[in-house]
């Protein structure tokens, strides 16, 4: 009897764990299944096209917005992942980035291009490497800019594996040829800009160029820098020299003289960061900050009379949850662009 | 040739915990108690057979005996493990089921972890296996369930849902409740029949529990720290389990040595894990007031 009744309450508990394993098998999503929605990556065409990427079930898709209008323009394979987008300066081509999600086993990038009137894509060029940013030629748009890291890679046993060994490369797409610019190899290097008056690139990296110990390259900031072309070891910081903390994501106004950029708003609040954007006038030395949404606010890009930037409403959290805001060059009038994500 | 009473006495121990010694001590006892009672009846002029079965109808029901000598030596040892056991699964299905609906995850291998421990202690709660050490086997299954229900802890806080307080707290009630337990089946139910040094080795118990959840605590704590960086785990990093290990060496050293009636050297090593953390605190506020950790 005392048996009967232990292998009845036994097998009972093995039936439910085996039930309930079967609906965790059923209902469990992977990681990348779990992010839907906008992405970070938007540019906007000369027209306003505004061109965004949203992840939806694990697969990121490439979709335009003009007008209220929506079309979903490429899908990407599950196994892969866009890491940038750019128009060309006449708006008639969207070129992108694309790597295998795996890219410890497969460090290759693809860059695609597509007709913005045909919806037509094409294959620009595959390299060896991470291809986290791309950016045309203002000047002429057969000159695509790129930045490559070589590895991807953990630099310390106890850090995360990141891109590393970065430089600054040109595709030249009538003569097919691509040009190392810079032979640095950096810990990192974002936010490519290519200048729209005179041959120089703009970037964002740590100013450890004089850094020679261990302390000191932990002190070093990251600041925006200009790079001329035919000298790139010759570059200057274009940001507040001053400036005591981080300087992220920029974009350069014409004129290049005023940058709009992000950086953190309470650096000593001991809370969480609020990373806002600002503008910084290089001829006046000033800085005006022009969001104060007390969330993370990033990737400005100036189109008209407005600066675009994305806010990300669950930052810190496991996942982002990002939206498309657009305000006057002053700050004013702060309010979210409609996308079908 | 098999005993009279056998079959009788071996229910009754059946539903008693405790080692092989103390069992064979109760199964003596019983059994010259039955002896003497049959000899009494066959006296009065029964036969051996009708002897022997009144002795065992005096003596009592063998399950209910079983049952009251076992609340007895171990007051509530079986319903705080069924309790620990049921209340244990209820928080597994809970939390399994929870954290699938709010982040579409299943954590399988931790719910077969966690409904395999609390199936350990049901079988002891129901002393499925009653021939087996259950005081040794008892703290086993109970080491395992902390840790296992633990990381459940660790789950419910990391998800965003409106149960994540409630499963928290019910997380680390159970903590508490397996800990208090494992002091409890170590200490107070400590040898029943035992007399040698048992007040010593109550006391060392409690000094190397007390500084073995220190220990495994901040073992713990530092590994988290590490693997919420690292995404590998360089051999070098096993140095962090050290101190665990000195522990667990000190721990048993000194429990053989109060055995052998060695207790100075026993209470003397049983200083060094707690001279260890009191270094390590020390230490660590040293580094935190220049940082103005206490401001």
Known sequence: MKINRNILIFSSLAFLTGILVLVGLLYNKTEDEKQNGLTELYDISREGIIAYVINKDGEQQIKFSKDGLEQEVVSINKEKVILDIAFSPDGSSLAYSVINRDVESDLVTTINIIDVDKLEEDNLFQKSGMITEIAFDPKDETNLFYLKADTFENYSPIARANPHNFDI???????????????????????????ASDESVYIQMFNDETAQTAEEIFDANLRIFNVPLKEPDKLSIVSDPKKEIDIYDFTVLSGEEKIIYQSVSNPHSGGTFQYELFEYDSTTNKEVQLTNLKEYTSRPIVHEEHIYFIVDKQFAQKYSDYYLYKMDLDGENIRKVELND | MKKPFHSFITTILNQIDGTTEEKMDIYEEIEVHLELNTKRYMEEGFDQKKAEQLAMTDFGESHKIGNDMQEAMYPMRKKLLLFLAITSIAFSVTLYITYLIAERDAEIIWLLLSIGTSSGLLLFALQVFPSIDQKRWINSVLIGHIFTYLLGTLIATNMIHIFTPFLTIYGITLLLVSII?????????????????????????????????????????????????????????????IPFIIWLVAYYIQMNLVSHNKRKIAYTIAMIPFVFIVIIVIFLIWNAIPKGVFV
Do not use: C
């Open chain 1, 169 to 195: 490369y040109k595709y030249d797409m009538t003569g097919i040829t691509h040009d190392q610019l810079t032979d640095w190899k950096k810990y990192s290097i974002d936010s490519l800009q290519v200048s």
């Open chain 2, 181 to 241: 337990l494992i002091y409890r089946t170590t200490i107070i139910d400590f040898t029943f029949h035992s007399t040698k040094n048992v007040k010593q080795a109550k006391q060392l118990h409690f000094i190397n529990i007390t500084a073995g959840i220190i220990i495994t605590g901040a073992t713990l704590f530092f590994l988290w720290g590490i693997l919420i960086f690292s995404e590998t785990f360089p051999p070098f990093l096993l140095a962090i389990f």
